[in-house]
C-alpha cells in the first residue's frame, strides 16, 4: 500500500455489476503505479463487490455501508483519500487509454492545482457516441464556467488540499458547484490542460436521467456564482445553442 500516493482514484457505486468492469479494469491497466484507488459504495446488493475485489489493484480500498446519495458518498471518498491529487472516476466511466494516468501523473509532478483534459461519450458497450457538446477551454478559469459545465468532473483532477467537500443540498449538480468552488481556490494560471481525450463517460448516469432537474440544479448554482443577470443572459446562449445543435441534427 502506498503511504503516500501521488493521485487518489475514487468510484462511487451502488449495484453497479453491469458497469463496474469497464472502469476496474481501465484502472488496474494503467501503466502508471503511483496511486490507489477507493471504492465508495453504497451498500450494493448485487456482486459489485465481488467484481471490485476481483477486478481491481492489489491496494483497492473498499467502503460499502449505506449512504445519502452519490454526493455524500463522494464526500467520503475525499475524507478517505490519501493522494496529493483527487479524481473521480464513477461506476460506468472509464480511462480512455492505458497511458492517460501517466499523462496526469507527469504534470501533477510540476505542482498546478488542477489538471483537465478532454471526454467523449460511450454506451454501455464502449461504443463511441459522441465528443461532450462544450468544448474544453484551452486556459482555465473561474469566469470559464460561467459557460456551464466546460470540463467534464471525470476529467478534472485536483489538488486535495484545495478540495472542499460537495454540498450535498443538490442532488444532481453538485459536482458543477464543486468544479467552480475548486476554480474559486486555485490560483490564476495554475490549471493544466492535457489536450487530450482522457475519460470515456457512459451516457446512462444519474444527471442524464434527470436532466431538467439537474438544469435546474445547475442555474441556481450559476446564479450564485456569477449573478442573477449574467445567469439569464448566459441560458439566452444556452437555448440559442441546443436550438441549433437540434436543428443541425435533423440535417443530418
Known amino acids: 500500500m502506498l503511504q503516500q500516493p501521488l493521485i487518489s482514484i475514487i468510484t462511487i457505486t451502488f449495484n453497479a455489476a453491469a458497469h463496474l468492469p469497464a472502469t476496474m479494469k481501465s484502472v488496474a491497466e494503467q501503466k502508471c503505479s503511483d496511486f490507489e484507488h477507493i471504492i465508495i459504495d453504497g451498500a450494493s446488493s448485487d456482486n459489485t463487490l465481488q467484481i471490485a475485489r476481483k477486478l481491481g489493484i492489489p491496494s483497492l480500498r473498499i467502503l460499502s455501508e449505506p449512504d445519502k446519495g452519490l454526493y455524500d458518498a463522494m464526500n467520503k471518498g475525499l475524507r478517505l483519500a490519501k493522494g496529493k491529487y483527487v479524481l473521480f472516476l464513477n461506476a460506468g466511466d472509464s480511462f480512455h487509454s492505458d497511458d492517460i494516468l501517466g499523462k496526469y501523473a507527469a504534470e501533477a509532478m510540476k505542482n498546478p492545482d488542477i489538471i483537465y483534459a478532454d471526454t467523449v461519450i460511450v454506451d454501455s458497450q464502449r461504443n463511441f457516441i459522441a465528443p461532450r457538446h462544450l468544448s474544453v477551454p484551452d486556459v482555465l478559469s473561474f469566469q470559464s464556467f460561467a459557460d456551464g459545465m466546460l470540463v467534464c468532473h471525470q476529467a478534472f483532477m485536483v489538488k486535495k488540499d484545495i478540495a472542499p467537500f460537495y454540498d450535498t443540498s443538490y442532488r444532481f449538480?453538485?459536482?458543477?458547484?464543486?468544479?467552480?468552488?475548486?476554480?474559486?481556490?486555485?490560483?490564476p494560471g495554475n490549471c493544466v490542460n492535457l489536450h487530450t481525450v482522457a475519460i470515456d463517460y457512459l451516457s446512462d448516469g444519474m444527471t442524464d436521467k434527470n436532466k431538467?432537474?439537474?438544469?435546474?440544479?445547475?442555474?441556481?448554482?450559476?446564479?450564485?456564482?456569477?449573478?442573477?443577470?449574467?445567469?439569464?443572459i448566459n441560458h439566452i446562449s444556452f437555448i440559442g445553442r441546443a436550438a441549433a445543435r437540434k436543428f443541425s441534427s435533423r440535417q443530418k
Open 173 to 187: 449538480s453538485a459536482d458543477y458547484d464543486w468544479t467552480i468552488r475548486c476554480i474559486r481556490k486555485s490560483k
Open 212 to 232: 431538467m432537474k439537474s438544469l435546474l440544479e445547475r442555474f441556481h448554482i450559476m446564479k450564485d456564482h456569477y449573478g442573477l443577470t449574467s445567469t439569464i
